[in-house]
């Protein structure tokens, strides 16, 4: 069974959480609430996340110092981040956005349905990435093994490799599909951010599977982070 990926929702208003909830209940993952930045940056010292919905306007320490300290940590520099804000300062303020880390940036009120299908390529990617981990970590325990059986472990691995290869295709033709979708619905520049972080993803993703083909320089490096 295939675990379920977090969510994190940062907003200091019960109801705008609520809102959230509600909204991406339909994914089936684990949403997690948090009500502050520093109840944000808690709860990211101890799981791990696919994505982090993030409020701008918080008491306190607000939206951006909440990305500055997320992405300054090794842990966490890698999740996606995407900014809630209801109120718009134009081209600058958003630009403040993409400058503190974020992969879009999106104003209240927002389309629930756009908000839910951009949530949902980051959930597909990091559930990807995991279950491409998984197996490569079986991969090298049996290259690292060797097995009883040498054709029959050449097998396996020449099996794995393939299941591998098919998977990342299929998430690879998802981003594609995606990405032109988007870019006919819109010029958002948060397009443009969430695509260029799906293609970094997915680039370093095939370049680790190449990486284990057998012949290939190098041996089995580990593959980029979850995220």
Same mark, same amino acid.
């Given at each position: 069974m295939v675990q379920k990926a977090k969510i994190l929702l940062v907003d200091?208003? #019960?109801?705008n959480l609520l809102a959230l909830e509600a909204i991406l209940s339909a994914l089936d993952q684990t949403?997690?609430?948090a009500s502050s930045g520093e109840e944000a940056l808690k709860a990211l010292l101890t799981d791990d996340f696919a994505v982090i919905l993030l409020d701008v306007q918080m008491p306190g320490m607000d939206g951006f110092e909440t990305a500055a300290h997320i992405k300054r940590r090794e842990r966490t520099r890698d999740i996606p981040i995407i900014f809630l804000t209801a109120i718009n300062h134009g081209p600058h303020h958003t630009f403040r956005g993409y400058a503190a880390g974020a992969v879009d940036y999106i =104003? *209240? #009120?927002?389309?629930?349905? @756009?908000?839910?299908?951009? @949530? =949902? @390529?980051?959930v597909e990617l990091y559930t990807k990435n995991c279950q491409l981990r998984e197996q490569a970590a079986l991969l090298r325990l049996q290259l690292e093994g060797g097995g009883s059986n040498g054709v029959d472990a050449g097998k396996e691995t020449a099996g794995l490799l393939a299941e591998? =290869?098919?998977r990342l295709?299929? @998430?690879?033709?998802?981003?594609?599909?995606?990405? *032109?979708q988007l870019g006919e619905d819109s010029a958002d520049a948060g397009v443009v951010a969430t695509a260029a972080h799906l293609e970094r993803k997915l680039t370093g993703l095939r370049r680790a599977l190449d990486a284990l083909e057998p012949g290939s320089a190098g041996g089995a490096p580990a593959l980029p982070s979850q995220n």
């Open positions: 200091d208003r #019960p109801e949403l997690v609430r =104003s *209240k #009120p927002f389309d629930p349905w @756009v908000l839910r299908a951009k @949530v =949902s @390529v980051f591998l =290869s098919a295709a299929a @998430v690879e033709e998802q981003a594609e599909a995606l990405t *032109k």
